[in-house]
């Protein structure tokens, strides 16, 4: 069985950087294209940053340029450097297969970005 267990989040104010990290147990994130998703009170969870198999990553416009996702795979886990945030990235973030996701989520980590 897949565990997420993220962590990372807490209060920045704009302009500030946080680090999500996200471990997870039951399966080799080497073995999958891995993303962030977010979800903002009121709205969809969207897929904001993706890792694939081969290491290239992509990003929705909206973070293109402060937001970076990596991983570590002999620690099997997930990163999502987060700078220059801005109070619209205020949501609960959580980690999650790319291209297939696992069925379970992880508890995710809020972010709070407000001065």
């Known amino acids: 069985q897949v565990q997420l267990v993220e962590s990372g989040g807490g209060l920045a104010q704009p302009g500030g950087s946080l680090r999500l990290s996200c471990v997870v147990s039951?399966?080799?994130?080497?073995?999958?294209?891995m993303g962030w998703y977010r979800q903002a009170p009121g709205k969809q969870r969207e897929l904001v940053a993706r890792?694939?198999?081969?290491?290239?990553?992509t990003y929705i416009d909206a973070v293109k340029g402060r937001f970076t996702i990596s991983r570590d795979n002999a620690k099997n886990t997930v990163y999502l450097q987060m700078n220059s945030l801005k109070p619209e990235d205020t949501a609960v973030y959580h980690c999650?297969?790319?291209?297939?996701?696992?069925?379970?989520w992880g508890q995710g980590t809020q972010v709070t970005v407000s001065s």
């Open positions: 999650n297969g790319a291209v297939v996701t696992f069925a379970s």
């Open positions: 890792i694939n198999i081969d290491g290239t990553t």
């Open positions: 039951g399966r080799r994130i080497t073995l999958y294209s």
